[in-house]
C-alpha cells in the first residue's frame, strides 16, 4: 500500500477513488503530519474538550498498524454489516435527514476510547477541515437511538427489533438488495396488500388489519414513509454539530461523517500530550 508523501497528494485521492479506505501516511513524526493535513487541529487543547475515536482492526496480521492514515468516507459506500441496512436506507433518503451525512458515505466514530477501543487499534479522528460537520446520536450504537419505534408497536425496542418485526410482516420483500427507498414503499405495498386478512379478521399479521392499514396509508401514504416519520431525527436522540474542538467532552455518543478525516494512533497524541504536562491516564 502506497504512502502519502504530501496533502496534494490526498487532494488527488478526494477526486480518485482508491482501492482502500485508509491510505497510511509517510512519515513518524505525528506533530509534523497533523500540521500538514490538519492546521487547524490543537493537540494540546484543554482537557475537557471532546475528541472522536475510531477502533481500527487490521485484516492483515502481518501487516504492522501505522501510525497514521487518511481517509475520505465519500470514496466508499458502506452498509450496516449486523442488519438488513434499513435504516441507512431511509436516513440517506429522508427529507428529514437531508441536513445530516449520509450513513453510507459516513466514517462511524464515537466519543468514548473505552468503547473504540473494543473494536481494535484506538486512533483519534480528525478531520482535515475545521467546522466538519458530524451526526450524533445519545449511546454507544444508532440501534438504541430510535426512542419513537414503539410507536410502531410495543415489542420494538432497537432497530434490530424493528428488522425482525419488517421481516415477520414483509417476508421475502425486505432484503438488503432493495438500495433504493421507491422499491422499498412499491415491495412494501404489495405484500401488504397481498397478505392483509379480510375486513373484521381477528387473524393479523403481526398487528395489521385493513382498518390499520387504510388509516396508515391516508396519513402517510404508504408503510415507508410511515417508517420515516417514526425515525425523524428530533423525535428521536438525534442532533448535528459542527466540530472545532471546542464542544465540552462528553463519552458514549457515536459520531459519524462523509468528510475527508485523518487517523492517529491516540497513544502517540497522549504521549505529546504527558510530554508537555497533560495527564491522560491510560486508556
Known sequence: MKHLDSYKQFEKRLIYPTSTRRVPVKGNDIEKIIKEYAPWYDIYVEEG???IFRGVKHSDKRMKSKDAYLINPKNFHRESKDTQNMHNIIMDN???WKDYPKRSESLICTTDPHYAKSFGDLYRVIPIKKNAFFGA???YD???GFQNLKEIDDDIDDLKDLETYLENTFDRFWTKELYDVKDLENATSREMLDYLPEEGDDHTITGWTYERY???VKKYRNFVK???EHMKPMDNDFWDFEYDQQ???IMGYEVWTDQPCLMVKD??????RRETGFDEGNW
Do not use: H, T, W
Not at 267 to 272: C, Y
Open 214 to 216: 387504510d388509516a396508515m
Open 49 to 51: 474538550k471532546m475528541s
Open 142 to 144: 444508532i440501534f438504541a
Open 226 to 228: 410511515y417508517l420515516e
Open 247 to 249: 464542544q465540552d467532552e
Open 137 to 139: 446520536v445519545e449511546g
Open 94 to 96: 429522508s427529507e428529514y
Open 267 to 272: 497513544s502517540l497524541i497522549r504521549e505529546l
